[in-house]
């Protein structure tokens, strides 16, 4: 390709909308595009003789073995179709490793490529950026919600108030430093990532107490009309779900499914955390979300966590479609080492989902 440079432009730049869906409206549509827009930060956008490319980076604190590092999240990287197969993709991420440098940052994390395919293309596309390797293995897990039946009445659920949002912060935090990688989370941050998932809020949480203390938290991110995602071909054990709530009609507890490429209403789980020994307070949690979501017309309940998590073993049972993928990752310091990193926080990808 030619000497294009890359050149930081705001987030709320037209160029960087117009960029987003010319090089996949087939996806997620404008509808995602206020999400895209507010988890950016930084935007470069490189034009070619043959179109545009832009990837959005967020800058954020983080913990890498319990020390606070400086950490940039690369979002959106997407060209536009004429343009592909050029090396426009790879001088971005490049601009995009220099420009995290020059602002501080140590560690670079891919969050999405796309901008509206699968998180799995990372680990297609993972060989065209020699600089990021795998440092995690993660599974996002999306689940029918019918009925539920996991009960552990030694815990007491409550939906959060705007007041619990510093104790909600503490916690997340503290079940965060306890891992190699994880994002660092105050009042302050855990307030902006709220914000930045259109339609969530503090009262959206949910809370588990074990004798009047805080254990386990989940939000319970409902995207309504805001983020549509196309239903894929569904399993037969969704068919069958499916089928039987169409069958039964109002008399069934189960979600009518949509039909394949029509949308699918989710919820999303994010920031989530629970104390040590109280896993099952968060499979409770869990499966609270579920029965609320079926309560509420929702299709899906979706979530990433590491593979091997034990809460993953809560859900044993349920109807439910997996995506294994990885976290990708690079040391932008030569003192910073990702390797044997160990147990890593989804959350490092906060906020929304990575679709």
């Not at 960029?19 to 996806?27: D, E, I, K, N």
């Not at 595009?33 to 935007?43: D, K, N, S």
């Not at 073995?65 to 950490?71: D, F, G, H």
């Not at 019918?146 to 007041?163: T, V």
Request: proline share 8%; glycine share 10%; aromatic share 8%.
């Amino acid at each position: 390709m030619n000497e294009a440079q890359a050149v930081v432009i705001p987030a709320e730049s037209p160029a960087f909308a117009r960029t987003l869906q010319v090089a996949g409206a087939s996806r997620w549509q404008d509808a995602a595009l206020p999400y895209r827009i507010a988890g950016a930060g930084v935007v470069l956008r490189m034009e070619g003789p043959d179109g545009a490319g832009v990837v959005g980076m967020t800058l954020r604190s983080g913990y890498l073995r319990q020390e606070p590092v400086s950490i940039a999240i690369l979002r959106d990287l997407a060209v536009e179709p004429a343009a592909r197969g050029k090396g426009m993709g790879r001088a971005l991420v490049a601009a995009a490793i220099a420009e995290a440098r020059a602002r501080g940052a140590v560690v670079a994390v891919f969050g999405s490529i796309g901008p509206y395919l699968p998180i799995t293309s990372l680990d297609r596309a993972g060989g065209d950026f020699p600089a990021f390797h795998r440092v995690a293995s993660l599974v996002t897990t999306r689940i029918v919600p019918a009925l539920g039946r996991w009960e552990e009445p030694e815990y007491k659920i409550f939906k959060a108030a705007n007041q619990d949002a510093p104790a909600l912060a503490y916690l997340l935090d503290l079940y965060r430093r306890q891992l190699a990688f994880a994002p660092v989370t105050d009042e302050a941050t855990f307030r902006e990532g709220v914000s930045r998932c259109p339609g969530l809020a503090i009262t959206d949480f949910r809370i588990a107490r074990y004798k009047d203390e805080m254990v386990a938290m989940v939000g319970v991110w409902d995207s309504g009309p805001a983020l549509p995602v196309p239903m894929p071909v569904a399993s037969l054990a969704e068919r069958l779900v499916g089928g039987t709530a169409r069958l039964l009609g109002p008399l069934s507890r189960l979600p009518r499914l949509p039909q394949a490429g029509q949308p699918l209403r989710v919820r999303f789980l994010r920031a989530m955390a629970f104390k040590r020994d109280h896993g099952a307070a968060f499979r409770y949690l869990v499966d609270r979300a579920a029965n609320e979501a079926r309560k509420a017309g929702a299709h899906a309940l979706e979530f990433t966590l590491l593979e091997g998590d034990p809460v993953l073993e809560g859900i044993r049972g349920r109807v439910r479609r997996t995506w294994k993928h990885s976290l990708w990752a690079a040391s932008l310091a030569a003192e910073v080492s990702l390797e044997d990193l160990g147990p890593v926080d989804p959350g490092i990808l906060d906020p929304g989902p990575q679709g």
